[in-house]
């Protein structure tokens, strides 16, 4: 299970890292493998103000659907279209092509109250 | 299911372990979900073969002087024109018309039948069939007892083959034998639940490892895969096969869930025979295919509807890995019900664009069982459980 040390994790799996004025977010490799085959990925709606926590988009493998739930408050951005056509890349590649979406962080210190790489395995070996 | 009765284990439980399954619990066993996962399982059984415990499922031996007789008054389906080694698919129904159960009946002799009903019915089944039957008729539950696989994909005669020494061109779909694999005693049927050619094996729990192994040796060179029950749903909801629990249950009566063939109105005496023409006639919904325009996907229990109105609720629905599109079969008014029909499906929401599509949902390639084909309706249903 690969946990990159530069990102900040949730505890619903997903992961998010600041890029200048903005910040990404996807799932988690452990959550994909959870998830199986992803076959479906509702993105959020350009522009939406969402809360930290707060649902976001979902995922879909071919036996359920499960919510993407935002790391951060804040303004969607950018989502990730190459995800309608291959939406497989949450699969092969969770922490790279595979992102879902850019947010526009409303309170950066919330960053804070996220967990490290460390602190993510401890949970996801634990569930 | 109470929670402290323990979950029932397939004799292959150790073998799913150290092969990476991931287990779920399914009708009180805890059995494969997946190997390799749900979408290439799913293809190698449209593709080359794939290899399915399915040991969960009961097995019944129903025998005596009074087997026939009293068969042909539980069971929905005429017996008497089967000859033995033939299966016939057929249903369990209460008094009310209602579905107890789908089963397979193997006619093993004038008076000696075998069987296969579904994991989650098997002790209500066994329960019935002993409630109506005499004291002449012997009645075995063997579900712990024997083990059950199906080989099932366009190589599964070729991998089967190697195993027997009989010729498999004998054995027609919907057809059985006793036969030896490799020296294990076997009830070997040419069934299915995929669509696919295939065969499902009845064996003892005791040679269950040896013959799955020797089962899997003889598949490497056809690329067979191990199969679990994701593949197995999806598979058999291409076909529009219907699942004990989603389409069909004791509140649905056979001709709302298309079941006609599977009932012989021309036998008059069986239990639940009047109740199941009067619902028929009286019947508002029936059961669709829907596939959807775009790429989501509809799950159980999702709204179906026209316009502002709901019309109807989805039984069990998946995104296609063969057609690459959200399916599901649904319950709808029968005046929504026709082939071509736009409707919608609620999801999370949002109605999404679906049309009524004639099922089952994916022909296969390999079909060799064109009498059995051509005797199919159009309507969703289920030859096998």
Same mark, same amino acid.
């Given at each position: 299970?690969?946990?990159?040390?530069?990102?900040?994790? &949730?505890?619903?799996?997903?992961?998010?890292?600041?890029?200048?004025?903005?910040?990404?977010?996807?799932?988690?490799?452990?959550?994909?493998?959870?998830? &199986?085959?992803?076959?479906?990925?509702?993105?959020?709606?350009?522009?939406?103000?969402?809360?930290?926590?707060?649902?976001?988009?979902?995922?879909?493998?071919?036996?359920?659907?499960?919510?993407?739930?935002? #790391?951060?408050?804040?303004?969607?951005?950018?989502?990730?279209?190459?995800?309608?056509?291959? #939406?497989?890349?949450?699969?092969?590649? #969770?922490?790279?092509?595979?992102?879902?979406?850019?947010?526009? #962080?409303?309170?950066?210190?919330?960053?804070?109250?996220?967990?490290?790489?460390?602190?993510?395995?401890? &949970?996801?070996?634990?569930? | 299911?109470?929670?402290?009765? +323990?979950?029932?284990?397939? +004799?292959?439980?150790?073998?799913?372990?150290?092969?990476?399954?991931?287990?779920?619990?399914?009708?009180?066993?805890?059995?494969?979900?997946? /190997?390799?996962?749900?979408?290439?399982?799913?293809?190698?059984?449209?593709?080359?073969?794939?290899?399915?415990?399915?040991?969960?499922?009961?097995?019944?031996?129903?025998?005596?002087?009074?087997?026939?007789?009293?068969?042909?008054?539980?069971?929905?389906?005429?017996?008497?024109?089967?000859?033995?080694?033939?299966?016939?698919?057929?249903?369990?129904?209460?008094?009310?018309?209602?579905?107890?159960?789908?089963?397979?009946?193997?006619?093993?002799?004038?008076?000696?039948?075998?069987?296969?009903?579904?994991?989650?019915?098997?002790?209500?089944?066994?329960?019935?069939?002993?409630?109506?039957?005499?004291?002449?008729?012997?009645?075995?539950?063997?579900?712990?007892?024997?083990?059950?696989?199906?080989?099932?994909?366009?190589?599964?005669?070729?991998?089967?083959?190697?195993?027997?020494?009989?010729?498999?061109?004998?054995?027609?779909?919907?057809?059985?034998?006793?036969?030896?694999?490799?020296?294990? @005693?076997?009830?070997?049927?040419?069934?299915?639940?995929?669509?696919?050619?295939?065969?499902?094996?009845?064996?003892?729990?005791?040679?269950?490892?040896?013959?799955?192994?020797?089962?899997?040796?003889?598949?490497?060179?056809?690329?067979?895969?191990?199969?679990?029950?994701?593949?197995?749903?999806?598979?058999?909801?291409?076909?529009?096969?219907?699942?004990?629990?989603?389409?069909?249950?004791?509140?649905?009566? @056979?001709?709302?869930?298309?079941?006609?063939?599977?009932?012989?109105?021309?036998?008059?005496?069986?239990?639940?025979?009047?109740?199941?023409?009067?619902?028929?006639?009286?019947?508002?919904?029936?059961?669709?295919?829907?596939?959807?325009?775009?790429?989501?996907?509809?799950?159980?229990?999702?709204?179906?509807?026209?316009?502002?109105? *709901?019309?109807?609720?989805?039984?069990?629905?998946?995104?296609? +890995?063969?057609?690459?599109?959200?399916?599901?079969?649904?319950?709808?008014?029968?005046? /929504?019900?026709?082939?071509?029909?736009?409707?919608? *499906?609620?999801?999370?929401?949002?109605?999404?664009?679906?049309?009524?599509?004639?099922? +089952?949902?994916?022909? @296969?390639?390999?079909?060799?069982?064109?009498?059995?084909?051509?005797?199919?309706?159009?309507?969703?249903?289920? @030859?096998?459980?």
């Amino acid at each position: 299970m690969e946990i990159p040390k530069e990102l900040k994790y &949730t505890k619903t799996h997903e992961w998010v890292v600041i890029r200048g004025e903005t910040a990404v977010v996807g799932i988690t490799d452990f959550a994909q493998q959870e998830l &199986t085959d992803v076959v479906y990925v509702e993105l959020p709606e350009l522009g939406k103000e969402v809360k930290a926590g707060g649902e976001c988009a979902v995922v879909e493998s071919v036996k359920a659907a499960v919510d993407i739930y935002s #790391p951060l408050s804040g303004k969607i951005v950018k989502v990730n279209e190459r995800l309608n056509d291959e #939406p497989q890349l949450l699969n092969s590649d #969770p922490y790279g092509d595979g992102w879902v979406f850019e947010i526009e #962080p409303s309170d950066p210190a919330e960053l804070e109250k996220l967990m490290t790489a460390e602190e993510y395995q401890k &949970t996801a070996e634990g569930s | 299911m109470s929670q402290d009765v +323990p979950l029932l284990h397939s +004799p292959l439980d150790a073998f799913h372990r150290e092969h990476g399954a991931r287990m779920i619990e399914f009708a009180g066993w805890e059995m494969p979900l997946q /190997f390799s996962g749900i979408v290439t399982e799913h293809l190698a059984v449209r593709r080359a073969a794939g290899l399915f415990d399915i040991s969960h499922m009961g097995q019944i031996r129903v025998s005596g002087k009074t087997a026939l007789q009293d068969l042909q008054r539980i069971v929905t389906k005429d017996l008497a024109p089967a000859k033995p080694g033939r299966a016939v698919y057929s249903l369990l129904c209460n008094e009310e018309g209602g579905i107890l159960d789908d089963i397979i009946v193997y006619r093993m002799a004038e008076n000696e039948f075998f069987i296969i009903v579904n994991a989650v019915n098997a002790t209500k089944d066994f329960e019935w069939l002993k409630e109506n039957s005499s004291k002449t008729t012997e009645l075995e539950n063997l579900s712990t007892s024997r083990a059950l696989f199906a080989m099932q994909g366009p190589n599964s005669s070729a991998i089967v083959g190697q195993l027997t020494s009989q010729p498999l061109s004998d054995l027609r779909y919907f057809r059985f034998r006793s036969d030896m694999l490799r020296g294990f @005693p076997v009830i070997l049927a040419r069934t299915g639940y995929t669509g696919e050619d295939g065969f499902e094996i009845s064996v003892e729990s005791d040679d269950a490892v040896d013959l799955w192994n020797c089962l899997l040796e003889a598949g490497k060179p056809f690329e067979l895969k191990l199969l679990g029950l994701g593949a197995r749903d999806t598979l058999r909801l291409e076909m529009a096969y219907s699942l004990y629990g989603m389409e069909i249950s004791e509140s649905v009566s @056979p001709f709302e869930a298309g079941l006609q063939k599977a009932v012989s109105l021309k036998k008059t005496d069986f239990i639940g025979r009047d109740a199941i023409i009067r619902r028929g006639k009286e019947s508002r919904r029936t059961l669709i295919g829907l596939e959807l325009l775009n790429r989501s996907i509809p799950r159980p229990h999702f709204r179906v509807k026209s316009g502002a109105g *709901v019309v109807g609720k989805v039984t069990s629905g998946t995104m296609s +890995p063969s057609l690459g599109r959200g399916i599901a079969l649904a319950f709808v008014e029968k005046k /929504f019900s026709e082939i071509g029909t736009v409707l919608d *499906v609620e999801i999370r929401g949002v109605n999404r664009c679906a049309i009524v599509v004639r099922t +089952p949902f994916w022909t @296969p390639r390999v079909y060799t069982r064109s009498s059995a084909a051509a005797k199919r309706s159009a309507s969703p249903g289920s @030859p096998e459980s």
